[in-house]
């Protein structure tokens, strides 16, 4: 889910050789709300075919991730050599220098290696 374009999201991720791993694209023209509006992380998760809960919103931007646990959504913060996530945003359940530490983090906790969120 972008507040920006999903064809320009397509565009980005294709040439980040990682499209194949989308199974859908959203921008807020489904919803018709921009981020942070819970209705657009509501259209997120109703079109990927899951519950709330069942999601996690990837996002460099602490609004971004405040707005998606309150709506009821995990979040994943990625850091990118920010110093600290503002205390008054509603924590992300996890954080991550960048995808690939993110990436491991998951797959870790999914075998049984680290406590997952």
């Not at 995808?99 to 870790?108: I, K, Q, V």
Request: aromatic share 6%.
């Amino acid at each position: 889910m972008t507040n920006g374009s999903a064809a320009q999201t397509e565009q980005l991720l294709d040439r980040a050789a990682v499209l194949h791993c989308f199974e859908t694209l959203s921008d807020v023209g489904g919803p018709r709300c921009w981020k942070p509006a819970p209705a657009a992380y509501r259209y997120a998760v109703e079109r990927a075919g899951v519950r709330p809960e069942q999601a996690m919103l990837v996002a460099v931007h602490p609004w971004d991730i405040d707005g998606a646990r309150r709506a009821g959504l995990h979040g994943a913060w990625l850091r990118r050599g920010t110093p600290g996530y503002p205390r008054t945003m509603t924590p992300p359940s996890r954080s991550a220098q960048d995808l690939r530490e993110l990436a491991d983090a998951l797959a870790a906790a999914r075998h049984g290696h680290a406590p997952a969120d």
